[in-house]
């Protein structure tokens, strides 16, 4: 499988006025979904039968085997499913580090995930001194961005990202805080904004955490 050099158009979001982003909902009460009671079987059942897909399977095929992901996220037309294919820690949640990635651009399945190294973690310590500041000046400037950019002018201009994901070789993406929900001294996923590359371009943008349905 092999993915493309199209530039994405990306769902978009921020407070404020700009042309490229358009607003979408967040769920400030997000939290990773309760796992089945039968999360074992069905892992295991995932995982085999995602070392047994030849590639070419598309959206209605792959929702009609596996049903509904256990969690998934948007960019525009490249869309993350999450599928639980391992356990990781005790918490009765399933994480995206528990899960394998199918990766699809429109209805095409482009790539398949299944290292739970892919997932940047689900929250990373806030810097006390100055977070409010930074995450006003994250906010500013992803709203100043524009699809094309290279990822060197991106993080010149945001510097590192809080978290990162690798959901596929051609593909990265950069979370930065951009918001409060909680008061943990901890940066929570639904408390950022999730920028998309591929091959080193900006194409696509979500926000807050990778969620179920």
């Given amino acids: 499988m092999k993915i ?3 530039a994405l158009a990306g769902f978009a979001f921020m407070i404020g006025i ?3 982003h358009s607003e979408v909902e ?3 009460d997000y939290e990773y979904p309760t796992a089945s009671t039968d999360w074992s079987a069905r892992q295991a059942t995932n995982a085999a039968a995602i070392a047994e897909l030849a590639g070419d399977e598309d959206l209605e095929a792959i929702l009609e085997k596996f049903g509904h992901p256990d969690l998934e996220q948007s960019f525009g037309d490249i869309r993350l499913m999450m599928y639980r294919t391992r356990r990781t820690a005790d918490d009765y949640l399933t994480t995206p580090d528990e899960a394998s990635v199918l990766v699809f651009r429109g ?4 790539g398949i995930q299944t290292s739970p190294a892919w997932f940047g973690g689900v929250q990373a310590t806030v810097d006390t001194d100055n977070w ?3 995450q ?3 906010r500013y400037a992803i709203e100043q961005l524009r699809f094309g950019a290279l990822k060197d002018e991106v993080l010149d201009e945001l510097g590192p990202a809080d978290f990162v994901d ?3 070789d051609a593909l990265e993406v950069l979370a930065y805080r951009t918001r409060s929900v909680s008061g943990d001294y901890l940066t929570r996923r639904d408390e950022t904004t999730s920028l998309l590359f591929e091959d080193g371009v900006y194409v696509g943008l979500s926000e ?4 179920s349905n």
């Fill in 26 to 28: 967040i769920d400030h």
């Fill in 4 to 6: 493309g050099y199209v």
């Fill in 208 to 211: 807050g955490a990778p969620r």
């Fill in 132 to 134: 409010q500041e930074l």
């Fill in 18 to 20: 700009s042309a490229q």
């Fill in 166 to 168: 690798r959901p596929l």
């Fill in 107 to 110: 209805s095409e399945l482009i």
């Fill in 136 to 138: 006003n000046k994250n």
